[in-house]
Every structure is written in structure tokens, then in C-alpha cells.
């Protein structure tokens, strides 16, 4: 029967996409992998695979239309030898519920795609953040397995049948658990049922209670009291993209709910800039140019691994505390910003993280990041001083557990051995996440970033 494609949730932050192209046309055959359409979420543009093969039946959500809803109905797809007229109006389920409901959802029942938040088998990956729990033969009643019901594409449960297969007892690989062409195939006949493990996909285990609602803020001005204060001065509106509102609203949270506080400090630049023009006449040849920025990254990828108990996120009930130095770096774009996670950044060269942070940074501006190249890291860095700003604070970005806010280098008298001498000073604050950082905690952290920045030579070590 025809399946449902809905419109995936292709990362945790997704509630809605533009479909910015579809790849295929209606009565195009379709196989496992292909790639079916781009979809442009809050932070990129993303291909969608297939997870099943069968014929493209109908596009129900024309290319370039913004604003889906993640589970929305995008496109039908039907099995082989299906007529292309059952594709006009799939069948709904009899107890579906409006998918605005004030309820948590649960796993699709039908279609590919979850919802947000849902675990899936490779994070923010497009093929795993997809998946279709589908009904496949209306007159036969879903198998069940321990009295859940058994998950499974239409073309699984055919192999299955012709070769005899007992669906309870093939443990599915797919999303949320269903059972795919590949796990059929490679099952044994005669294979007992799978005993249910504890961590089982999220088809087969109990809804997991919602979080705590955050305490309620003060409201703002509503839109209608703006527009009339301003209803006799000459204005532009500018409409906010998916992009501009996962900021607005992450960055309200973080206000709102972590408890910060912050630390300052200045460090001299003078040995860390001609260390830096001496290394840099050494890598001209290969064409690499170390930033100040590079070295700031390895000053606290290394600071991290000094004070490990610094090197830790916010979990809601726990803490989690990070084994390798996983550092974040905000990156400005058109509307916005990206912050590109450099993985293990202690165990790489400064040359290697130069290149690594400008390869990010390029395919941020263009919305080219993979969810995994911007999400996780347990630190971020914020730097302004390009832009001249001396100094500033910056909000936290959840679950890390602090940021570093750089500013500029700037030629400044200090006092050096009972005389005042002119050195390259740059101001730093630290914000950070009073549940996961106390303050000499922050203390000896910043401490450690200051030094590396000092004696930058030991950074090599």
C-alpha cells in the first residue's frame, strides 16, 4: 500500500524545513540510499535519503517551500506494481491523532522521518534521522512481539514472507528500530525471538517523561504594541528566518535558565605574536598562516585537559564530564552564526587546527555543516577582536559549561620589575555555568589558558 514520506527531523533543534529541491519526479523508481530531495533546516542545507525502494507516486510539497512542519506529508511512495491513483489520498490511521496535539510525540507511525529529539542510529545524519514505521497490508493485523507491534518496510515484511521469516524474531537496524531490507536478508531461519534489551530502540521502549518546563519569564512587548509605536516612523520588516529564530530562542533559554557568572583576565601577546611570525615564516612554504585565533584554540584545548573537572556540560540531572578537549568556535555568518566544534583539538598541531577552523569556517558561511561538525563540545570560544571590541561577555551556549569571550589585542603600559613598559595586552572573560563550574574551578581554567597564551613555545610540547 502506499507508504507516507513525511518530512524528517534532521537535527534536534528542527521543528520545521524548507524542501529547497526535489532530486526525483513522480514515477521515478526509487532504491535504498538514493537521495530524494535537499532540505534546508535552521543551520543547512541537507540531502534526504531513502530508506526503502519503490516508485515515486506523488509530491505533495512542491520544491522551495518553506516553513514544513517536521512529520508533515512531503510525498507518497509506492510499491512495485502499485497503480499511481492509489497515491491520491493515503489512507489515514483511524486513531491518528492532529499533529499539533498538545501531546509528546511518539515514533512515526507512518512515513519517513521522526520526532525531533528521537534517537537515532548516526546523529544528525540525514538517512538516520529518517525512517518509516509503516502499516503495510490493511486486511492483516501488525505483528506483535512481546505485545508491542513489530516495525518493518513493506518490502522487509515480502522477503520475510517468501522465505518463511518470522518477523519477531529479526532485530531491526533501521530508525526507531524497524526492520529493513538488509536485516531480513541477512537473518537465519529458525532464529529465536529477540529478547527485548534494555537499551531498545525508541519504537519498542516506553515515552520517555518530558523534561521540566523552565519557569516562566516575563513576557516582552507583543508585535501588535511594536508595530503601533512605530506606526508613524518609516520602517523596513525584516522576516525571521529558521536560523534567526533557534537563535533567539536558545539564547533566551540560556539567559533564562543557566545561572552565570563571569571571569576576567588579560594576557601578553608579545611572545606568543613573535613566536607566531617565526612559525609562520617556517610554514610559508606550505602555504599554512597561523592566526592568533589558532593559538587561543590550543591555549584552551590544552587548559581544558589541566583542569579536567572544568572540561564538563550541563546533563539536567548530572554533569557530564568530557575525556577529550572538544572545543567550539563561534562563526559569524549572513544572519547569523555557526559554532564549528574542533573534535581532540589537544592532539592536534597548530597547523592542523588552522586548517581544520578554516575548512569549518568556509562551509559554515555557505551552510554546508554536517549536524556533527557543529553540535557537542563542552567549551566555546567567541572572539571580537578582529572587529576592535576591547572586551565583552558572552551568553553561554547549552549544555557547554562556560565561554570564552576574546577581545583585542590592544598596546597598553604595564608595570614590569618596578618599571612601566608598553605590551600587547588582550582582555578575556569567561562565562560560565555555576551548575557545572565553581568559581576558583573557572579560576584555575582561565588561569591555565592565560599561561599557555604567555608561553606559547610550550604549546609544541
Given at each position: 500500500m502506499p507508504t507516507e514520506i513525511l518530512m524528517p527531523a534532521l537535527s534536534p533543534t528542527m521543528e520545521?524545513?524548507?524542501?529547497?529541491k526535489w532530486l526525483v519526479k513522480e514515477g521515478d523508481a526509487v532504491k535504498s540510499g538514493d537521495i530524494l530531495a535537499e532540505i534546508e533546516?535552521?543551520?543547512?542545507?541537507?540531502?534526504?535519503?531513502?530508506?526503502?525502494?519503490?516508485?515515486?507516486?506523488?509530491?505533495?510539497?512542491?520544491?522551495?517551500?518553506?516553513?514544513?512542519?517536521?512529520?508533515?506529508?512531503?510525498?507518497?511512495?509506492?510499491?512495485?506494481?502499485?497503480?499511481?491513483?492509489?497515491?491520491?489520498?493515503?489512507?489515514?490511521?483511524?486513531?491518528a491523532k492532529p499533529a499539533d496535539a498538545g501531546?509528546?510525540?511518539g515514533p512515526a507511525e507512518k512515513g519517513y522521518g521522526g520526532p525531533i529529539g528521537a534517537p537515532v542510529a548516526g546523529e544528525g545524519s540525514v538517512k538516520d534521522a529518517g525512517g518509516k514505521d509503516a502499516d503495510d497490508k490493511a486486511a492483516a493485523p501488525a505483528p506483535s512481539k512481546d505485545g508491542q507491534r513489530i516495525f518493518a518496510s513493506p518490502l522487509a515484511r515480502r522477503i520475510a514472507a517468501d522465505k518463511g521469516l518470522d518477523l519477531s524474531a529479526i532485530t531491526g537496524s533501521g530508525p526507531h528500530g524497524r526492520i529493513v531490507k538488509a536485516d531480513v536478508e541477512a537473518a537465519k531461519p529458525g532464529a529465536k525471538p529477540a529478547e527485548a534489551k534494555a537499551d531498545a530502540p525508541a519504537a519498542a521502549a516506553a515515552p520517555a517523561a518530558p523534561a521540566p518546563a523552565a519557569a516562566a519569564a516575563p513576557k516582552g512587548l507583543s508585535t501588535e504594541t511594536v508595530l503601533k509605536m512605530y506606526a508613524d516612523r518609516e520602517t523596513e520588516e525584516v522576516q525571521l528566518d529558521g536560523m534567526r529564530r533557534t537563535i533567539?530562542?536558545?539564547?533566551?533559554?540560556?539567559?533564562?535558565?543557566?545561572?552565570?557568572?563571569?571571569?576576567?583576565?588579560?594576557?601578553?601577546?608579545d611572545a606568543l605574536m613573535a613566536f607566531r611570525g617565526t612559525l609562520n615564516k617556517q610554514l610559508e612554504a606550505r602555504g599554512v598562516k597561523l592566526s592568533v585565533n589558532d593559538f587561543i584554540i590550543k591555549a584552551c584545548a590544552l587548559a581544558l585537559q589541566q583542569v579536567p573537572d572544568a572540561n564538563a556540560v550541563w546533563a539536567g540531572d548530572r554533569?557530564?564530564?568530557?575525556?577529550?578537549?572538544?572545543?567550539?568556535?563561534?562563526?559569524?555568518?549572513?544572519?547569523?552564526?555557526?559554532?564549528?566544534?574542533?573534535?581532540d583539538a589537544h592532539q592536534k598541531s597548530l597547523s592542523a587546527l588552522s586548517a581544520q577552523m578554516k575548512d569549518l569556517a568556509g562551509r559554515a558561511k555557505t551552510k554546508k555543516l554536517a549536524p556533527h561538525e557543529?553540535?557537542?563540545g563542552s567549551f566555546a570560544i567567541s572572539n571580537l577582536g578582529m572587529f576592535g571590541i576591547e572586551n565583552f561577555d558572552a551568553v553561554i551556549n547549552p549544555p557547554h559549561g562556560a565561554i570564552l569571550a576574546v577581545g583585542a589585542g590592544i598596546p597598553t603600559p604595564v608595570v614590569e620589575g618596578g618599571e612601566v613598559v608598553v605590551r600587547n595586552v588582550m582582555?578575556?572573560?569567561?562565562?560560565?555555568?555555576?551548575?557545572?563550574?565553581?568559581?576558583?574551578?573557572?579560576?584555575q581554567l582561565l588561569e591555565a589558558i592565560v599561561s599557555h597564551l604567555e608561553n606559547p613555545i610550550g604549546m609544541l610540547a
Open positions: 520545521e524545513g524548507t524542501l529547497a533546516t535552521d543551520k543547512a542545507t541537507m540531502e534526504f535519503e531513502a530508506v526503502d525502494e519503490g516508485v515515486m507516486g506523488k509530491i505533495l510539497i512542491a520544491e522551495g517551500q518553506s516553513g514544513v512542519k517536521v512529520n508533515t506529508p512531503i510525498a507518497v511512495l509506492l510499491e512495485e506494481g502499485e497503480d499511481a491513483s492509489a497515491a491520491e489520498a493515503p489512507a489515514p490511521k483511524p486513531d501531546a509528546e510525540p533567539a530562542a536558545r539564547l533566551s533559554e540560556a539567559k533564562q535558565t543557566i545561572p552565570h557568572f563571569y571571569l576576567r583576565r588579560s594576557a601578553k601577546l554533569i557530564l564530564k568530557l575525556k577529550p578537549s572538544d572545543v567550539a568556535v563561534a562563526v559569524a555568518i549572513e544572519g547569523g552564526l555557526f559554532t564549528p566544534v574542533l573534535k557543529y553540535q557537542g582582555s578575556m572573560t569567561l562565562s560560565v555555568d555555576h551548575r557545572v563550574i565553581d568559581g576558583a574551578l573557572g579560576a
